[in-house]
């Protein structure tokens, strides 16, 4: 079965450069559940680089991205194989996700 996911940006404005303007968003991802236990933040939202893990009984179920896409694919393969987590993992930034 599918897990749910969608995404979408979130528009802050324009900014100028050289001669023109250029507007900023953000990318927002959300995959999996959204009802869980636990809700982990790695990173720091203020950067507007983060990433929400949504864990019930030390499960990732469900994963919400901010301007980290590409960490989508790893994070739906844990999610479909049902993979538990140490908090502290998750949350370090120095440990690459793809490495865990």
């Known amino acids: ?8 940006y979130r528009f ?5 450069r050289g001669s023109g303007a250029i507007s900023t968003s953000d990318n927002l991802q ?6 869980g236990d636990d809700w982990l933040c790695r990173g720091n939202p203020e950067t507007q680089k ?6 019930q009984n030390g499960v990732l179920i469900g994963a919400v991205t901010l301007n980290q896409g590409r960490e989508i694919r790893p994070i739906r393969k844990w999610i479909q194989s049902g993979k538990t987590f140490d908090a502290k ?3 370090d930034e120095d440990i690459a996700l793809k490495s865990l």
């Open 1 to 8: 079965m599918p897990l749910p996911q969608c995404w979408g």
């Open 12 to 16: 802050r404005g324009c900014r100028r």
């Open 30 to 35: 959300f995959i999996g559940d959204m009802h």
């Open 50 to 55: 983060a990433i929400w893990f949504n864990l």
């Open 89 to 91: 993992l998750l949350t």
